[in-house]
């Protein structure tokens, strides 16, 4: 759903707010085509970082980075850059009218520290970038310079005025400015390298693909991960087994009676666990906390359909965050890693939490993209 310009106009004058280009997977059942696509000579591949989309954009007397999501309040993309001053500081050289694409990351670490900044108020992700170091932005495209439109060019002319700007205006002098390279020979070998070394993936673009806002073109971007992950809505949170599977029955301290009455306890209750008068249960159980949330997407009459639950991977401190905060996270955009996605049934096998994916619309998690 595009966003109405008159909410533009009111809530961030003189922004284009362009949507973000959607990433495309190799399509199912077409795997064995990723080496031809390779060495076609057709594409380039860049390193993908384990960060968040966000887009630059200089006006005429403003300057906003945008994230991929809308913002609830305002119905447009949210905006995020008081919580990165240095780096809208730094990109004050650019021209009016310029729009540059990439990713906010932390060297050496995952898109959650990411959120610790980016999901924050700005004093709180200014005062912890003190604390530790200035988060990056990882510059991969751009579709306006200078008032000029860019994105009816292709993506290997992009990336060349992109290189070139870059360099102009002195931006490698900042060590939290990184220009992305491309890769145009051995493509395949330097994928399988990259995601050997624990990098995040690699995109490939072809060389003549256009920009397309708030599209996914099928083989014009092409996603390239090591195990599969899927962006799904977390549609409930439910409470997980009741039972323990505990191996140390003698020091255990949560137990449930097996009469009528169904009463938890806590101490313990070995002697009457062997008389048959109770059985363990899990501390989240005894407590009254849900541990499990149902993971669902839409299907092609948007429809919301579950395709899993899931508890693996969820911290302590999320799990007593979800059950006093529910409305932070059912309805929101989580990302998990699965051994598989099952493509006949539609679900996933043995998903892991990853993250929350602040950057990403409900609406874009279908059943016919994870699938």
């Known amino acids: 759903m595009s966003i109405e310009k008159s909410k533009i106009k009111q809530n961030y004058p003189e922004a284009k707010m362009i949507e973000a280009m959607k990433i495309n997977k190799i399509p199912a059942g077409k795997e064995s085509m990723l080496s031809s696509i390779c060495a076609s000579g057709e594409y380039f591949a860049q390193l993908k970082k384990d960060g968040y989309f966000y887009e630059f954009e200089k006006t005429l007397h403003y300057n906003y980075l945008f994230s991929r999501n809308k913002s609830v309040t305002t119905g447009c993309l949210t905006e995020k850059g008081a919580n990165v001053p240095h780096i809208i500081d730094a990109l004050q050289v650019v021209p009016q009218q310029t729009i540059l694409i990439g990713e906010i990351y932390y060297p050496g670490k995952t898109s959650k520290s990411v959120t610790e900044i980016m999901g924050c108020l700005p004093e709180k992700a200014i005062e912890r970038q003190n604390k530790g170091s200035l988060i990056h932005y990882y510059i991969h495209d751009i579709i306006y310079y200078d008032g000029y439109d860019l994105i009816n060019l292709g993506a ?114 070995y002697e009457r666990y062997l008389k048959g008068e109770l059985y363990p249960v899990t501390k989240w159980a005894y407590l009254g906390i849900k541990t499990t949330i149902i993971l669902s997407a839409f299907d092609e009459n948007n429809n919301l359909k579950e395709i899993g639950r899931i508890k693996s991977g969820i911290t302590d401190k999320m799990i007593y965050d979800m059950n006093e905060n529910p409305d932070n996270y059912i309805g929101k955009v989580c990302e998990v890693q699965c051994m598989s996605l099952d493509k006949k049934e539609h679900t996933i096998r043995h998903g892991f939490f990853i993250r929350m994916r602040e950057d990403k619309s409900a609406e874009d998690c279908t059943i016919k993209s994870i699938f």
Do not use: C
């Open 156 to 269: 290997e002319m992009r990336y060349k005025i992109l290189e070139k700007i870059f360099y102009l205006h002195g931006l490698d002098k900042y060590d939290f400015l990184e220009l992305a390279k491309i890769e145009t020979e051995d493509i395949e070998e330097k994928i399988n390298k990259a995601l050997n070394s624990g990098e995040e993936g690699m995109v490939l673009k072809k060389k003549t693909s256009i920009y397309t806002p708030g599209k996914r073109p099928v083989w014009e971007t092409i996603k390239i991960k090591q195990v599969d992950y899927a962006d799904v809505i977390i549609s409930d949170i439910v409470f997980g087994s009741i039972e323990s599977t505990t191996k140390e029955p003698e020091t255990w301290q949560y137990w449930h009676s097996v009469d009528s009455d169904g009463n938890f306890f806590k101490g313990n209750g």
